[in-house]
T-cell receptor, first 117, second 112 residues
Framework: QVQLQESGPGLVKPSETLSLTCTVS????????WTWIRQSPAKGLEWIGY???????HYNPSLSSRVTISLDTSGNQFSLKLKSVTAADTAVYYC???????????WGQGTMITVSS | DTVMTQSPLSLPVTPGEPASISCRSS???????????LDWYLQKPGQSPQLLIYEASNRASGAPDRFSGSGSGTDFTLKISRVEAEDVGVYYC?????????FGQGTKLEIK
């Protein structure tokens, strides 16, 4: 059974770059949209963006100047980089899978990221 | 961005009774292909969200058949025919018609 697992630093200093990785446990990355979503008390659930298995990407305009999502097909992983973080980026970050872009049928357990000095 | 508004925000329900959650979008979610791009998710306590319904009325794989979705355009409803204790959590609608995809603020279902 396919599972997703996020990994990341837990704590990031303001102005630094947040880097997260999502590992796809089994199966192929091909044919899916691989997505990052975050959840905070202030903003609720927020779609960050996706990378498709062919390499195309699409980001939330509110974050697009700071975010990069990329694929590592050899490692069955995809990653999120968010630069110049502030306290407003403190949230639980989830990776998720979709066949069509929406309808996320598989989620990781989430990883809490705190931005603080 | 499309704004998603859910009601009620809190929903106490007696086990075995039906429940209904409303979701309204600021723009129509009806595509020219006839599909409404509206998902429903349930986030159980301490867990990640899980997909219940996609395209307004299609039950996701593994979702119990007591869950059903309906609606078109800007008004949508999630119905639970008979609430069970395991249905507690926060329910979210999400529009998938236009990026950025956007979620409702959530409806917390609790057992009376």
């Amino acid at each position: 059974q396919v599972q997703l697992q996020e990994s990341g630093p837990g704590l990031v200093k303001p102005s630094e770059t947040l880097s997260l990785t999502c590992t796809v446990s089994t199966g192929s990355i091909s044919g899916y949209y691989w997505t990052w979503i975050r959840q905070s008390p202030a903003k609720g659930l927020e779609w960050i963006g996706y990378v498709h298995s062919i390499g195309s990407t699409h980001y939330n305009p509110s974050l697009s100047s700071r975010v990069t999502i990329s694929l590592d097909t050899s490692g069955n992983q995809f990653s999120l980089k968010l630069k110049s973080v502030t306290a407003a980026d403190t949230a639980v970050y989830y990776c998720a899978r979709s066949l069509w872009g929406y309808a996320f049928d598989l989620w990781g357990q989430g990883t809490m990221i705190t931005v603080s000095s | 961005d499309t704004v998603m508004t859910q009601s009620p925000l809190s929903l106490p329900v007696t086990p075995g009774e039906p429940a209904s959650i409303s979701c309204r979008s600021s723009q129509s979610l009806l595509h020219t292909n006839g599909h409404n791009y509206l998902d429903w998710y349930l986030q159980k306590p301490g867990q990640s969200p899980q997909l219940l319904i996609y395209e307004a009325s299609n039950r996701a794989s593994g979702a119990p058949d007591r869950f059903s979705g309906s609606g078109s355009g800007t008004d949508f409803t999630l119905k639970i025919s008979r609430v069970e204790a395991e249905d507690v959590g926060v329910y979210y609608c999400m529009q998938g018609l236009q990026t950025p995809y956007t979620f409702g603020q959530g409806t917390k279902l609790e057992i009376k």
